[in-house]
């Protein structure tokens, strides 16, 4: 079974700076994706940057990296130059990458709410 | 182009109605998953519909059932609701083809309160 463990549930970062919201997994699977979203309070979730397991290089997008460590089984979002409208609740995901038959649901953390303060 | 749709956004019941919640998939995608977030919760993974079949289901009684139509749209359907049935209810769709072009895109959810 797939399990995601996120440890903070608050975090709180100056506007302009950088801060790292932490995910590690545990999973059987030798091919699986990591997935990044965030979830204003209006309910939405946001799909910010995926990881795959064989990918050599981590992930970006924009102000988002993926610091990727295999070894550690961790997948720490990195949001540099942080902006008020960063504030959210922030979800790490995975999912099997397997066989089809296997399906394709998304296991999730229990998040990280992240605060910008001006 | 247009995203995944829900609706209703809210919805009041009272315990042991029957609700339906719908979902209406991103252009181009096939899939389509349901999640029950409770508050201060991660979503939880209810099932997933592929070619109007369910694909795979989540640890949920089968008061929880679902349909997917031939345009891809989907029904959440809940019967002899319980309190502890309160939750957000989130739609995603994706595009079956494995790996990393399977993103799943999540809709604004609907709120279900049950009293």
């Known amino acids: 079974a797939q399990k995601i463990t996120q440890t903070q549930p608050g975090m709180f970062v100056q506007e302009k700076e950088a801060v790292t919201l932490d995910c590690t997994y545990d999973?059987?699977?030798?091919?699986?994706?990591l997935f990044w979203y965030k979830q204003p309070s209006s309910g939405e979730m946001i799909f910010l940057i995926y990881?795959?397991?064989?990918?050599?290089q981590n992930a970006t997008e924009g102000r988002y990296s993926l610091n990727f460590q295999k070894a550690r089984k961790s997948a720490n979002l990195v949001i540099s130059a942080s902006q008020l409208g960063d504030s959210a609740m922030y979800f790490c995901?995975?999912?099997?990458?397997?066989?089809?038959?296997?399906?394709?649901?998304?296991?999730f953390g229990e998040g990280t709410q992240l605060t910008v303060n001006p | 182009d247009a995203g995944v749709t829900q609706s209703p956004t809210h919805l009041i019941k009272t315990r042991g109605q029957q609700v339906t919640l719908r979902c209406s998939p991103k252009?181009?995608?096939?899939?389509v998953s349901w999640y029950q977030q409770a508050l201060g919760q991660g979503p939880q993974f209810i099932f997933q519909?592929?070619?109007?079949?369910?694909?795979q289901r989540g640890n949920f009684p089968d008061r929880f059932s679902g349909h997917q139509f031939p345009n891809y749209s989907s029904e959440l359907n809940v019967n002899a609701l319980l309190l502890g049935d309160s939750a957000l209810y989130l739609c995603?769709?994706?595009?079956?083809?494995?790996?990393?072009?399977?993103?799943?895109?999540f809709g604004p959810g609907t709120r279900l309160l049950v009293l």
């Open positions: 995603a769709s994706s595009y079956l083809s494995g790996g990393a072009l399977e993103t799943q895109y």
């Open positions: 999973t059987s699977d030798q091919s699986y994706g």
């Open positions: 990881q795959g397991s064989y990918d050599e």
């Open positions: 995901a995975m999912r099997d990458l397997g066989q089809e038959t296997s399906g394709s649901r998304l296991t």
């Open positions: 252009s181009g995608h096939d899939t």
């Open positions: 519909y592929y070619e109007e079949e369910e694909r």
